[in-house]
């Protein structure tokens, strides 16, 4: 068996702490004490962004579209396919809340047997403290996992 990875528990603790921390009705990022997790980032500073992504897949204004079909003969879980994304994102789950920011990029079913996306995106924000700032993400997405 692997060792465990030492940043598991610290991360496991981040998520847990993330999903309880209330953000402001004025913002989607605030500012975390990295001691309580245990931490020590030196000058380095740990924000919790809480935000909300619309993938719009149809309609009279998608904000996903395919650009890359898969072929025919393509498995069950459309390996192939390649969609380009300029989704919002919200401050509340209701896609009319305040825009925080988009997500642009790109996501493709990259897996012949299970529903899995690669996903490469930018969060380019337009409001707050982080206007005019990005994160960039690039990862495996297994869908129903």
Known sequence: MAAPNPI???????????????????????????????????????????????????????????????PSNASVTAFGQVNVIDNPLTLHPDPGSELVGRAQGVYSLASQEEVALLMIMNFAFVSGKYNGSGITVLGRNPVFH
């Open 8 to 70: 598991f528990s610290p991360l496991l603790l981040l998520l847990i702490l993330s999903s309880t921390v209330q953000t402001p009705a004025s913002g989607f990022a605030t500012g975390l004490d990295p001691g309580i997790m245990g931490l020590d980032l030196g000058k380095e500073k740990l924000s919790h962004f809480r935000f909300y992504l619309h993938d719009v897949q149809s309609g009279p204004k998608p904000s996903s579209v395919p650009v890359v079909h898969p």
